[in-house]
């Protein structure tokens, strides 16, 4: 007998699960509005213009060193851009700050878990019900209590405002861990606003928390960089933080698989952040030794190119504007259609995801019925939505409502 047959059963991923059915589905009208992956209006992955040509750049490059390994700490020129990126012009020295290149958004919640698990052991960390499933899989495998504050109201489709500050207020304690997303919440798609979040900040301060934004959608809320940063640099302005942000640039340079991210730690002192870097350094030394070299090149050139820095805008502008069309097709669709029920909150969700209402049942019947494959949570990609989609997509809900 094999030594690992006593394993308990781990099933598969709902974002795979899903994938894989939708696969073995032939109807030609299927759709699939799973995993927060932009696709195009004919439903094909795009490669920014500004991305191609910024790969032109890095692959055609004649610099024998390409292939090196980078620092520990990653392509320098690279977390220093993606820092600037998200914190604007900085109120506080660079000299308590560390940055390191991180393998993506994921790479880089793992890596500040660990680090955080290490230097302050809180008691709990505290993630919104509902989150991203795998910063539960994250703080699980470093082995921190996980508590959940509240977050969606499903009555009103909104923020559940008065509970969260009042969980935090009345359960949280000194030292924890609270993870927040710094814009364009996944799954929700509602973001606090910004009276709200100088109330979230307040009650940090007040109890001492610690805060860790998740930064995985930049640009993707607003569609403006820095009207999405807002949150982490109001925080930062305060100067009574130190504070964590884990950025990922998978979804803002459609760079999924090249894995490029950068973890970010602000500290009161020069001597905190060296002492600091030196313990990241032998995390990530520890789990990959050196992150890869070639997307955060192409990252950087971007970003510090101003020329294919406008051109990058005007890419994110054509993500978003088309993902917006999208929200607005749905909602007419269902109006048109007559489904019961209010459907404006399709149109009010930032972000990629709309958290529908749908009901696991009507995700079901959608399913098997109309051939849509949607997360049981009803949570849907509008990343996933086409004009040639849109109006089945919609007669699929509206049959589910009924
Ligand atoms: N955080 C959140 C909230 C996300 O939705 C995602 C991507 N689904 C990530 C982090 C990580 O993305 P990646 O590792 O691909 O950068």
Redesign the pocket.
């Known amino acids: 007998t094999s030594a690992f047959s006593n394993l308990s059963f781990i099933p598969l991923d709902p974002h795979y699960t899903l994938k894989k059915i939708f696969a073995a589905d032939d109807h030609e009208k299927k759709v699939i509005l799973g995993?927060?992956i932009y696709r195009d209006d004919n439903s094909q992955p795009w490669v920014l213009p500004s991305i191609k040509k910024a790969e032109g750049y890095v692959d055609n490059g004649q610099n024998p060193g390409r292939y090196e390994y980078l620092p520990i700490t990653g392509y320098a020129p690279f977390h220093h851009a993606a820092r600037d990126l998200l914190f604007g012009p900085l109120n506080v020295s660079t000299e308590h700050f560390v940055s390191l290149q991180t393998?993506?958004?994921?790479?880089?919640?793992s890596l500040g878990a660990r680090f955080l698990k290490e230097s302050l052991n809180p008691s709990a960390v505290w993630l919104s019900d509902p989150?991203?499933v795998?910063?539960h899989n994250i703080w699980s495998l470093v082995g921190v209590e996980i508590k959940t504050y509240p977050y969606w109201n499903a009555v009103n489709r909104g923020l559940d405002f008065d509970n969260l500050i009042h969980t935090l207020k009345t359960r949280a304690t000194k030292g924890d861990v609270i993870v927040l997303?710094a814009c364009a919440?996944?799954p929700t798609g509602v973001d606090p606003s910004k009276e709200q979040w100088k109330t979230i900040a307040d009650v940090c301060e007040q109890k001492g928390l610690f805060p860790f934004f998740?930064?995985?959608?930049l640009g993707f809320a607003s569609g403006d960089l820095d009207e999405d940063a807002w949150a982490v640099r109001h925080f930062l302005s305060r100067g009574t933080l130190e504070l964590a942000v884990?950025q990922?640039?998978?979804?803002n340079m459609g760079l999924?698989g090249e894995?490029?991210?950068a973890f970010h730690l602000s500290t009161f002192s020069a001597e905190a952040a060296t002492k600091a870097q030196g313990h990241l350094a032998r995390l990530q030394r520890g789990q990959i030794s050196t992150p890869p070299s070639r997307g955060a090149r192409i990252a950087t050139t971007i970003l510090a190119t101003p020329s294919l820095y406008q051109e990058w805008l005007l890419d994110l502008q054509e993500m978003t504007s088309r993902i917006q069309g999208m929200r607005r097709l749905l909602r007419d669709n269902l109006v048109s259609l007559g489904t019961p029920g209010n459907w404006d909150h399709i149109c009010s969700q930032i972000g990629m995801f709309s958290y529908t209402g749908l009901s696991p049942e009507q995700v079901d019947i959608i399913r098997t019925d109309h051939h849509v494959y949607v997360l049981r949570t009803g949570r849907i990609s509008i990343a996933g939505l086409t004009t040639a989609n849109v109006a089945h997509v919609a007669k699929a809900m509206d049959a589910a409502v009924w």
């Open positions: 995993s927060g393998l993506a958004g994921t790479g880089a919640n989150t991203w795998n910063h997303h919440h996944n998740d930064c995985a959608y884990a990922s640039f998978s979804k999924y894995r490029v991210g």
